[in-house]
Every structure is written in structure tokens, then in C-alpha cells.
């Protein structure tokens, strides 16, 4: 089993910045891709972005150039670096990780993008 927990939402004004923080902890052996999700009022969950063990990584189209994703060396860590942010934007996000076939996330941290 692995836990995940998210960290560093908030109210931020349009074209300011955001990091959030996901730790795993539990059984982290072997943690394959990990990324973040979001879903924002009235809409469906979707990929924001994603990165592999060896550090390749995958943005939606619409975050490109202004989000980036980290993860530390051990993998127990991972980081979306919001910048330029849009309100758009607004939505709770989710940590992911995928482990020997199985998915985990995390409770969610809201991000609130306005004036």
C-alpha cells in the first residue's frame, strides 16, 4: 500500500505562482510513474501531468510552458511547479502513483485561481 499526501494549495491571484508538494510513504518500493490530475468545478478529472523514474515527463497541452513536474531521486517525492497561473486553472488536484499494476492518490489539495 502506498499513501499519498498533497500540500501546497491555496488562493493565488492570476499570473502568480503555486508549488505543490505529494510524499509518498508506505510501501514505496518499486513507485513507477507518478503525476497529478485535477478536476475543476462542473468538469471531468484530467491529466495535468507525469513523470517516469528515469525523469521523462508529459504535460496537457494547456500547461505546457508554464507547469513543470520533479520528482526527488528516491521517488518518495514529487513536485508541480505552477507558474503564470490562469484562473482556469482553479481545481482540486491530485497526486498519482502507480505501483506493480496498481494506482494510488492522494485526498486532493484545492487551487483557487482569482482576483
Known amino acids: 500500500q502506498v499513501q499519498l499526501v498533497e500540500s501546497g494549495g491555496g488562493l493565488v491571484q492570476p499570473g502568480g505562482s503555486l508549488k505543490l508538494t505529494c510524499a509518498a510513504s508506505?510501501?514505496?518500493?518499486?513507485?513507477?510513474?507518478m503525476g497529478w490530475y485535477r478536476q475543476g468545478p462542473g468538469k471531468q478529472r484530467e491529466l495535468v501531468a507525469t513523470i517516469t523514474p528515469d525523469g521523462d515527463t508529459n504535460y496537457v497541452d494547456s500547461v505546457k510552458g508554464r507547469f513543470t513536474i520533479s520528482r526527488d531521486n528516491a521517488g518518495a517525492l514529487v513536485y508541480l511547479q505552477m507558474d503564470n497561473l490562469k484562473p482556469d486553472d482553479t481545481a482540486v488536484y491530485y497526486c498519482?502513483?502507480?505501483?506493480?499494476?496498481?494506482?494510488?492518490w492522494g485526498q486532493g489539495t484545492q487551487v483557487t485561481v482569482s482576483s
Open positions: 508506505g510501501s514505496t518500493f518499486k513507485i513507477n510513474v
Open positions: 498519482y502513483a502507480h505501483q506493480l499494476g496498481n494506482p494510488y
